[in-house]
């Protein structure tokens, strides 16, 4: 496997494309409920703690970026398999493909959860999950370029349906944003932990980046679709403070959808119906990414064919996701991918930095040394 | 008239046997001797007869038999396009192409003249294309009067026409046209690449072609905008696209068109820029309605009733007490009496037409909701539909919308607002995988660009009056005038393009 890969220019997508791709990927799902968790934390200061869960994002942002820019053009299979060697790399690349089926399953089995409460409660679990997947199947045979395609769609679809929550601020009192920052620090910082999961996969910048056309401009747009999604998190946080008391938020698990009941129009009414299933347009995005992911991976770790894997992994990804029944267990398997997602989202960059730095730099003294060096010189550089 | 003279130093019995051979079973060959040195022959229709006489037969009579030769008829012959042939093969070819052949007794070389006129039809109104405002010619079946329609417009040396042959049986002639600054050099390439692949007898139209050119054979989207009017060919040349001809078609592919060309057409650009705006959008909306308005209804009534307002559901529930239907067979059933009606109306000669609308107007309206049959609401929004697909101004276009409400109306009867969406997001990903002519379909919206948009769209006024010209990357301008001078004079005249 090479550390760096050379897509062809016409699978290569422009940065600007990063700005949906990635909104995609952090909003999907977990828009829907994230209030309850940070509210718990951190009460009505939790706006505190989507804010400040925000700028370690952006910090995180920088630092993957920081790794990639180093490598020019590689993903995090090959950075993997030059900082820790063919072996430990490889055994990461694996526990990273692991976790990005995991979320997959839990995106997928989240939104399928959320449409039976919310429109159909008697619709197959396994009958929606293969619409979800054969349409993630369909986008993802086609190449990033289309992938792109249908993140821009989902990253309209969310942006429109984010104006709907005009209406829940009419009904708002916003004293019952007062006192500010009666929150310890420590319960902000808890608050800012809950918001991991739904914050992170940004992180897939690190396998983007070799197909990105002009690389220089991708912390612009990096930086540029984090801060939309930050600003989105934190207006609905808002709004769900002051729509919300706090008995009544920390007892909702759609709290989001629950706001778009109230939205009304001469001709329709009840819009969470029409936003559930339109929803399906911000979904599907996350999971034909995070597919895209996987199958690149299994092709650098193990040269597997692309369309082959996605329908094999799609079966997998089927199969998985008909094990959750109720929703203790979709809550039990939210909770454990949130403590994966911190450590892959927040604190994986910060060691990778560290490694990258130790490791370059013990090279070049071998390669200071004397000729002995020169070799690895040429694999580095 | 040459069965008289059945002696073999006549030139006419001669030629007229040989050719017999070439051509057998031709009726229409004509082996007219002038005297017994001279004879002429050609394919009668296919020769402009009136040149034919004064031009030709009326000189070779005035000639003396003994003194003829090629040279001297060659000489006093007024037509332009004349050339030395003794291979019977060969001639035999271009009499098929409406040449008159001339032999003189005792010459092995006789002389080809180039008179053709194939049966066409005068330059008429475009009809499939109708316009209120604006030029109203349309091409016809000749290639050399469309190419010359198309010259009247743009007088630059920089357009290109270039031609090709298809076919190995009907060898249809095609031009391939440009404007050799503006055209991105890769659609040309693309373009010429993929005639080269085609291996068929021959094509009956343009329509054909469009498939044979385009990279995904089963998609229900035109992926190229076929036309017949001069000014939005001239445009697209002007826009930097390529043009392609085709003799005995009026239709001129374009290409390559996205998703949104279908669904502008030149007449917004004559009006004013807010009333053009205004139409354009209107034709949106008309999208919009003909693609998920019965579907919604169906998912509504089937499933949603919660989503729709009390006021409004009273009246719906009410229209509906007749019917015993579900909603998805109520609105199969009158969508597709729709289509028959669109399809009777466009089968039936204009005389009968009128009957269509009595039918569809009262029998189809009043009746069936006074039978029980349907619901008022849903005759208001399936002609609703109807007409949001009409305004589709491309006729191609506006099947293959009429086309995904079927799905779209089955899944929404099956699983509600998922249904649709799970279509809509089908249709969304094929879009983005069709290209035309190597670009993506869905060019302005995906991939993004906001300039081209505006432009398609006439968002500003100052959109109004550009249209989007890319200069060439390459120096490839030199070459093309080249190229363009040669094949200036062969679409001159319609027949010499064999020849280059």
Known sequence: ?381 | MTTANMAFSDIASYLKLELNQLLPNCSDLVVHGINSSVAVCYVSGLVDTKVLSSSILSVLTMLDEDEVNTELIRQTITICEIEREGNLDQVALKLLQGHVYIAVLDEYEGLLCNIANFPTRAISASENETVIFGPVLGFNESLSSNIAILRSYIKDPDLVTEPHMLGTKMETRIQLTYMSEYVDQQYVDYVKSKLKQIKTDGLLGNALLVQKLQNHPYTIFPLMTLTERPDRTVQALMEGKVVIFMEGDSHVIIGPSSFIDFFLSVEDRYMSWGTGLFIRMLRFIGLMMSVFLTPVYVAALTFHYQMIPPALIVSLIETRTKVPFPPLIETLLLEITMELLREAGVRLPTKVCQTIGIVGGIVIGQAAVQAGFTSNILIMLVALAALGSFTTPNYLMGTSIRLIRYPMIFMAGLWGILGIVFVAMVIFIHLLRQTSLGRPYLFPIFPFRGKDLTVDMLLTPRAHYSYRVTPTKSGLKSNETENNQQSDTASSNSSSSNET
């Open chain 1, 1 to 381: 496997m090479d550390v760096r890969i050379k897509p062809r220019p016409n699978k290569r997508i422009q940065s600007f494309a990063l700005l949906f791709i990635i909104c995609n990927v952090q909003i999907g799902i977990g828009v829907f409920g994230f209030q309850r968790y940070v509210a718990r934390e951190a009460g009505h200061d939790a706006w505190i703690s989507v804010l400040l869960a925000g700028l370690v994002c952006h910090f995180s942002g920088w630092m993957i970026l920081r790794v990639l820019r180093r490598y020019e053009s590689a993903d995090l299979y090959g950075i993997h398999q030059d900082l820790f060697g063919r072996w430990i790399g490889g055994a990461l690349s694996i526990v990273l493909i692991l976790y990005y089926v995991i979320v997959t399953v839990t995106i997928l089995r989240t939104y399928i959860e959320a449409v039976q409460s919310w429109i159909f409660p008697e619709f197959p679990t396994w009958l929606l999950a293969v619409v979800l997947l054969f349409l993630s199947w369909y986008a993802g045979i086609s190449g990033l370029r289309v992938i792109a395609g249908v993140s821009f769609m989902g990253f309209l679809v969310i942006f429109a349906f984010s104006m709907l929550y005009y209406n829940p601020i009419q009904y708002g009192q916003w004293n019952r944003l007062l006192p500010i920052a009666e929150a310890s620090p420590y319960q902000l910082f808890n608050g800012a932990v809950a918001m991991g999961f739904t914050l992170s996969g940004f992180e897939i910048v690190f396998f983007l980046y070799p197909y990105l056309k002009d690389k220089e401009k991708s912390q612009k747009y990096m930086q540029l679709s984090m801060l939309l999604t930050n600003a989105l998190y934190l207006f609905i946080m808002i709004v769900t403070t002051i729509f919300f008391s706090q008995d009544q938020l920390l007892r909702s698990v759609w709290s989001s959808i629950n706001m778009l009941k109230i939205v009304k129009y001469p001709f329709l009414e009840r819009i969470e119906v029409l936003a559930m299933g339109v929803w399906m347009f911000a979904v599907v995005p996350g999971i034909i990414i995070l597919t895209w992911v996987i199958s690149r991976g299994m092709r650098r770790l193990f040269n597997f064919e692309h369309k082959k894997v996605l329908i094999i992994f799609s079966i997998g990804v089927f199969v998985v996701s008909l094990v959750f029944h109720n929703r203790q267990q979709i809550d039990m398997l939210n909770n454990l991918i949130s403590k994966m997602s911190l450590i892959i989202s927040f604190v994986y960059p910060i060691i990778l930095n560290i490694a990258v730095a130790v490791v370059w730099s013990w090279r070049q003294r071998q390669a200071n040394k004397g000729e002995g060096g020169s070799q690895h010189e040429q694999t580095s550089n």
